[in-house]
Nanobody
Framework: QLQASGGGLVQAGGSLRLSCAAS????????MGWFRQTPGQEREFVAA????????YYAESVKGRFTISRDNAANTVYLQMNSLKSEDTAVYYC?????????????????WGQGTQVTVSS
């Protein structure tokens, strides 16, 4: 089970850090990702990280502003979001996928958290 938290309301240019806590003893076996979704739109890839943390992937729209990381001892993955823009407003979801699947594809993930709302005011 995945539990996302850390969303909220922030002004443009501000920062937020999202957390995703995983239950179970197999967290370190999974690659993890963050996606986001706005009403009427498809879920969009944001960032992903390999099981070891050694590889990270980002959508072009967030490169240089967002950083994904993980702490396997704490069963938690993070998304540090800096220089936030109004277009970053969305519900953010964390997800887990077995290794070897493409990190940016929604269907590669088989476990999803409940989502946390991020609202950036301009």
């Amino acid at each position: 089970q995945l539990q996302a938290s850390g969303g909220g309301l922030v002004q443009a240019g501000g920062s937020l850090r999202l957390s995703c806590a995983a239950s179970g003893r197999t967290f370190s076996n999974y690659d993890m990702g963050w996606f986001r979704q706005t009403p009427g739109q498809e879920r969009e890839f944001v960032a992903a990280i390999s099981w070891s943390g050694g590889s990270t992937y980002y959508a072009e729209s967030v490169k240089g502003r967002f950083t994904i990381s993980r702490d396997n001892a704490a069963n938690t993955v993070y998304l540090q979001m800096n220089s936030l823009k109004s277009e970053d407003t969305a519900v953010y979801y964390c997800a887990a996928r077995p290794g070897g699947r493409r990190p940016s594809i929604v269907t590669a993930y088989d476990r999803w958290g409940q989502g946390t709302q991020v609202t950036v005011s301009s």
